[in-house]
């Protein structure tokens, strides 16, 4: 029950069709800004929600139909496309790149000791900022929210699977290796 956080409580909302244009767009635009709200405050109630989705059922996470994940990207001679902003010419080998990433998830296991999700977020947000090699550094590593059949099919798996706030272990794909925290 109660109102909603635009200002109409269901009664009005079901008859807002009756409504003059002109107050028609007013329900628009409380429904936007509700919108709004609901995602900037949904983040922590989907988290809630997905790991409540997570326990108990194993199939559940192919119910799920979006989440959302920071990750670091280290590419290897090996990638599809071995460059980055941070390097225009790769020469790694994989298995340097694979070690790498692994002294990054040791750096944010520690980080994650104490079970802070906003240490552990902060962390990754900041050596995704330096040391990864996709474009998604500047944002922390952030990707966002992304649906199935949005990215490479190991990425994808290894971002369904996680629980909200759960490091992966190393994901290899075409790009190159990666670390995923999913946030939501």
């Given at each position: 029950g109660g109102a909603a956080a635009g200002g109409l409580d269901s009664t009005t909302a079901s008859h807002h069709k009756k409504?003059?244009?002109?107050?028609?767009?007013r329900?628009?635009?409380?429904?936007?800004?509700?919108?709004?709200?609901?995602?900037?405050?949904?983040?922590?109630?989907?988290a809630r929600s997905s790991r409540h989705h997570h326990e108990g059922r194993s199939s559940s996470s192919n119910e799920l139909k979006e989440v959302r994940v920071l990750h670091i990207l280290k590419k290897h001679r090996g990638s599809r496309r071995p460059a980055s902003w941070r390097n225009p010419k790769i020469t790694d080998s994989k298995e340097k790149a694979m070690a790498d990433l692994r002294e990054l998830i040791s750096i944010l296991e520690s980080s994650s000791a104490g079970g802070n999700h906003r240490e552990v977020r902060a962390t990754f947000e900041?050596?995704?900022?330096?040391?990864?090699?996709?474009?998604?550094?500047?944002?922390?590593?952030d990707l966002g929210f992304f649906g199935r059949k949005k990215m490479q099919p190991?990425?994808?798996?290894?971002?369904?699977?996680?629980?909200?706030?759960?490091?992966?272990?190393?994901?290899?794909?075409?790009?190159?290796?990666?670390?995923?925290?999913?946030?939501?």
């Amino acid at each position: 029950g109660g109102a909603a956080a635009g200002g109409l409580d269901s009664t009005t909302a079901s008859h807002h069709k009756k409504q003059s244009p002109s107050s028609r767009k007013r329900v628009k635009t409380g429904d936007a800004r509700e919108r709004k709200e609901k995602e900037h405050r949904g983040s922590r109630e989907s988290a809630r929600s997905s790991r409540h989705h997570h326990e108990g059922r194993s199939s559940s996470s192919n119910e799920l139909k979006e989440v959302r994940v920071l990750h670091i990207l280290k590419k290897h001679r090996g990638s599809r496309r071995p460059a980055s902003w941070r390097n225009p010419k790769i020469t790694d080998s994989k298995e340097k790149a694979m070690a790498d990433l692994r002294e990054l998830i040791s750096i944010l296991e520690s980080s994650s000791a104490g079970g802070n999700h906003r240490e552990v977020r902060a962390t990754f947000e900041e050596l995704a900022r330096t040391e990864s090699d996709c474009s998604s550094a500047k944002k922390g590593g952030d990707l966002g929210f992304f649906g199935r059949k949005k990215m490479q099919p190991a990425f994808e798996k290894a971002s369904f699977r996680l629980k909200v706030g759960q490091l992966s272990d190393i994901v290899d794909t075409s790009s190159g290796v990666h670390v995923i925290l999913r946030l939501a």
